[in-house]
């Protein structure tokens, strides 16, 4: 299995951005499709953004296309989440995922990093 640890979190205002890293180790990070999820108070997890193995392709929740960006470097094991115009609703714990499949299957994520809190603040 791999293992990811992700950082970048903070609070910011509304408007603002934020990068969201993950770091992956223990498996060839280029096999694995990698998504970003989020989990806010009360609610259920919910899928964010995912990334093919080569980074060629990609696919977003409608609440976040045009707003977050995802991409990977391969030779970095790295995965990021470029999240302009903030909004409150965006407030959550952000999670990176590992998965096999695409197109992505959100549930087909098996490996997922321990969170990192965003809050946007109004």
Known sequence: QVQLVESGGGLVQAGGSLRLSCAA???TFRNYVMGWFRQAPGKERE???????????????DSVKGRF??????AKN????QMNS??????????CAAGSRWPVNPADFGSWGQGTQVTVSS
């Open 25 to 27: 180790s223990g498996r």
């Open 47 to 61: 899928f964010v953004a995912a990334i093919s193995w080569s980074g060629l392709s990609t696919y977003y929740a």
């Open 69 to 74: 960006t995802i991409s990977r470097d391969n």
């Open 78 to 81: 790295t995965v990021y989440l």
């Open 86 to 95: 903030l909004k409150p609703e965006d407030t959550a714990v952000y999670y």
